[in-house]
Nanobody
């Protein structure tokens, strides 16, 4: 069984920063792409950023230049540094990893940006 545990969400004022973390545990043989998604109330879940096992990154246009995704393979952890936060970034943020060739999701962490 594989578990993904997120941390780092919270309430922040517009223009502030937060850093999300997501650590994988369990019986893990391989982890390929890692990523972050978010879902705002009444909206569909959307991709925020992904990072491959070789370090290639991909970002949603709405977060380019403000968010940075990174990973620590030894710690089986993916990070999302979020700067210059906007109220439109308010959502539940979910991490996703391709673990043992299967897609796994975290439980989600709330990020709320006040104006």
């Amino acid at each position: 069984q594989v578990q993904l545990v997120e941390s780092g969400g919270g309430l922040v004022q517009a223009g502030g920063s937060l850093r999300l973390s997501c650590a994988a545990s369990g019986s893990i043989f391989s982890i390929n792409t890692m990523g972050w998604y978010r879902q705002a109330p009444g909206k569909q879940r959307e991709l925020v950023a992904t990072i491959t096992s070789t370090g290639s990154t991909n970002y949603a246009d709405s977060v380019k230049g403000r968010f940075t995704i990174s990973r620590d393979n030894a710690k089986k952890t993916v990070y999302l540094q979020m700067n210059s936060l906007k109220p439109a970034d308010t959502a539940v943020y979910y991490c996703n990893m391709i673990v043992n060739w299967r897609s796994s999701w975290g439980q989600g962490t709330q990020v709320t940006v006040s104006s």
